[in-house]
């Protein structure tokens, strides 16, 4: 489960361009939107994308990712038991 | 009558504001970078804007650095910018990510780019601006067009000042924007905002 935050922090940095921020500095508990990272909505548009094409998971309902993308932790769970690659 | 405030010219070569060159330091970095490191920094949103954005909104930090309580919510101000590519080379770089039917994921985030009106929506958003904001492609840089669309804002008496001008980006080699702050007499001297005025700066 740790290699797979890892991964997602530095897939997530890449995805939403966050150029300042490095892996280490994303709290693996911390919210994603609103403190923490800061997110927007086009950033949730862009989470969504990245979890069919990373990881094969789709998301059908808003709803869903909202809750899915509290944190690293919470997302590393959810691909950790619905990824298809 | 209106008068120009001020203005700024940013080109690949550099930024030179009120006619003075604006020092940048070397590095790897294109200008864009280098000047949102030097002169900007807390705004982490300039990284995932498209390059016209970029320009656009480098060249209004600068533009305002000194301007008191810059950050106050006003709706006196409008924002209003010319183009002739407009978001061309987003739209180009939009249509290549999704050119391969096999790996077919269009991004939120960099569709959002290509509409060309972002740029002035990115800059009354990071200056709590809530007046006019609308963006102009026209066939070429015409000074006259500008200032007659320009003048047009300020018979809304909401408009008491626009920041306004031209901001054009192709590639990383050929963009170029020169914007100003035009607001009413204010008996300080500033030059006049008509088409003598401009002429210069425009073609700078």
Known sequence: ?85 | MLTLQSWIHIAPTGACLEGHSVPVTDSNEGLLKRLYHQYVGDYPKFFKMDPLCRLGFIASELLLQNTPDRFSPREDRAVILFSHSGSFASDSHYQQTIADPNDYFPSPSVFVYTLANIVTGEIAIRNHYFGETSCYLLNRKDPAEMIAIVEEAFLDPQTRSALCGWVEYVDETHYETTLFLVGPEDHTGKPIWNQDTINDLINF
């Open chain 1, 1 to 85: 489960m740790e290699a797979l935050m890892v991964e997602l922090k530095q897939a997530i940095i890449e995805a939403l361009n966050l150029e300042e921020v490095t892996p280490e500095e994303i709290d693996n508990d911390a919210p994603l939107f609103g403190e923490g990272l800061g997110l927007d909505s086009i950033d949730a548009l862009e989470l969504i994308v990245l979890m069919e094409k990373k990881y094969g998971i789709k998301l059908k309902d808003a709803a869903e990712g909202r809750k899915i993308f509290q944190s690293i932790r919470v997302m590393a769970d959810y691909i950790a038991q619905h990824r298809t690659k």
